[in-house]
């Protein structure tokens, strides 16, 4: 059993989904806007995010159904919003290690999954902020849309009713944990290419080797291998 609902304007559907966490017999509890006005992203960063062009979602999944890691869940979730807006734009589609999903070079949407109790059950909360129509960027370069990325336009209650059914289906079935680390390698944004990084404030070239069921990103250096976790270091693209 799964339920979608919507509200017209919110500060932060992870926030504000316990509102509509009253039904005890669904697995998945689906809330979004098109209008959050404090959205937030991954590690305290902020998700700006302009009224009816873009969609805020979160789905609640209960703890319980799931069987994999909570690293691993975090990737196969970002496995999983990559697929669709792959299926969606038609295009290839990258993750951006950890969780942002890069569309022609522009992050396109970004994902923040955090783990709560509501009536005695255990949820993850997977929000997920997508870029849809929004043309400017005036503030965050490296942001762009699935309209500046495709010049494709798509009707905002289409994408997030397919958008929820889609994920149900990925969560019913996850696969093993062997297949979703390789599934997120597979996808991993500038992968075996030489990219620019930067590490307390210093730059520096190196290569995306791979990321590990721990969390952590392997670069390769001029010195070598190091593996690093979120905050660590920048790429810088």
Not at 17 to 34: A, E, H, K
Not at 115 to 133: A, H, Q, V
Not at 213 to 221: A, D, Y
Request: with cysteine.
């Amino acid at each position: 059993m799964s339920d979608l609902f919507y509200q017209k304007e919110c500060s932060s559907t992870n926030d504000e989904i316990s509102q509509v966490l009253l039904y005890p017999d669904s697995n998945f509890v689906g809330l979004y806007t098109f209008n959050q006005t404090k959205g937030r992203g991954q590690y305290g960063n902020t998700w700006i995010s302009t009224a009816e062009k873009n969609l805020a979602y979160t789905i609640a999944v209960k703890t319980d159904s799931i069987s994999l890691s909570d690293f691993m869940f975090n990737y196969y979730t970002a496995i999983a919003v990559r697929q669709y807006i792959a299926i969606l734009t038609e295009n290839t589609v990258k993750i951006k290690w950890p969780n942002d999903i890069i569309l022609a070079n522009k992050k396109v949407a970004g994902i923040l999954i955090e783990k709560r109790k509501y009536n005695g059950e255990n949820y993850f909360l997977i929000g997920t902020g997508i870029n849809i129509l929004q043309e400017k960027f005036d503030k965050i370069s490296n942001a762009g849309s699935i309209f500046t990325q495709t010049g494709k336009k798509h009707d905002l209650q289409t994408v997030v009713k397919e958008f929820h059914q889609f994920l149900i289906e990925k969560f019913k079935n996850p696969p093993s944990e062997i297949e979703v680390l390789d599934g997120f390698n597979e996808n991993l944004f500038r992968k075996d290419e030489i990219s620019v990084f930067e590490i307390e404030g210093v730059r520096q070239n190196g290569i995306i080797r791979k990321a590990d069921e721990n969390g952590k990103i392997w670069i390769e250096f001029e010195n070598g291998l190091q593996a690093f976790y979120h905050k660590e270091i920048k790429l810088l693209y």
